[in-house]
């Protein structure tokens, strides 16, 4: 007897319905009557539908056979169908390609839409605006180079950042933003939990070795009495 394994077999589009189904429609491609051929598809899609009774309720489930009558098919069957005859290009389009992006970042860790901001206020004429701008500014520059260095930076570097950002057009307030207050609060990540742990650790080992200390003082002078005594 001659031996037929599925991985020999032609591969399954729509494996839910089985390998008998696609037998029925690879057998309405040979089928040269067109009338005949509309009838049997239209049988084959009785059959597909019989096999799933409890979606016949759901919305558009028969125009969702004659879909995956076509994929099957691999999209090479004529019939004539109630409706659209759908195409490969419509059923998996493929997206448009995005361009990557080839500017550099001055900083990385303030990020581009910082220098884009300092980019723009080089055309605004209103001082104050551009003051009031360059202090929120400042407040987050000093949160994400905390967040990058894990060290909060003093005033002159963040004055210096701005100026080389916006090549050295927005002349900065450093009065102002010396007086100026940070919003910013320490998060409680994995490395300052890693030395919290640390430092408690040592301290405990620290009292541990003080009272092991103290308690030796007290038994060297507890045997200095006995033997006085």
């Known amino acids: 007897m001659e031996k037929n394994y599925n991985y020999e077999r032609k591969k399954l589009l729509l494996p839910e319905y089985g390998r008998h189904i696609h037998e029925m429609v690879d057998y309405l491609k040979t089928i040269e009557d067109r009338d005949l051929r509309n009838r ?15 979606l016949r309720d759901t919305a558009d489930y028969t125009h969702k056979l004659w879909d995956h009558l076509f994929i099957m098919a691999d999209f090479d069957l ?37 220098e884009a901001i ?17 202090a929120n500014l400042a407040r987050y520059m000093r949160t994400k180079s905390y967040e990058y260095n894990q060290e909060h930076p003093n005033n002159e570097v963040i004055i210096k950042d701005i100026k080389r950002m916006s090549d050295n057009m927005i002349e900065v307030d450093e009065v102002a933003l010396n007086n100026l207050k940070s919003d910013y609060k320490q998060h409680y990540t994995a490395h300052s939990a890693k030395n919290n742990f640390k430092n408690n650790r040592q301290n405990k080992a620290g009292k541990n070795n003080k009272n092991a200390q103290n308690n030796s003082k007290k038994i060297h002078r507890n045997r200095m009495k006995v033997q006085q005594g």
């Open 78 to 114: 004529d019939v004539d169908s109630p409706y659209p005859i759908p195409t490969a290009a419509a059923l998996a389009p493929q997206p448009n390609k995005l361009p990557y992006p080839t500017k550099k970042i001055a900083m990385k860790h303030y990020g581009k839409n910082i």
């Open 118 to 134: 300092l980019k723009s206020l080089k055309t605004v004429e209103d001082k104050q605006a551009v003051e009031e701008v360059i």
């Open 40 to 54: 049997q598809a239209r049988a084959v899609i009785a059959v597909m539908g019989n096999l799933f009774p409890l």
